[in-house]
């Protein structure tokens, strides 16, 4: 049901409005890497707009994955001790003899 609702209002609008904005903004452009000197052909890249707009979310998502990622890497730490440490546990006494549970 989520997922239904996360297609329909979301991402169905979303890719309507990426569409017109590609569409709208199709004429190249200069990106430069060089602030200094801009007319240096070596480092000046012609390309359509919405490229370089689509090229920027990616490494947005991209850069913002990974600083998500390294940020909860001490709660996965903190995960994988407990679950190493409940594996190695005896079983209390009064658990030992319960059936397993029916999935």
Known sequence: MLNRFLTVVVFIPLAIVLIALAVANRAPVAFTIDP????????TVSLPLFVLLFA?????????????????????????????????APP??????LPAPRT
């Open 36 to 43: 200094f000197n801009p007319g240096n052909p070596g480092l």
């Open 56 to 88: 920027a979310l990616a490494l947005g998502l991209v850069v913002g994955s990974l600083a998500t990622w390294f940020r909860q890497g001490r709660y996965r730490k903190a995960a994988r001790r407990s679950e190493t440490a409940a594996a190695a």
């Open 92 to 97: 209390p006494p009064g658990r030992a003899s």
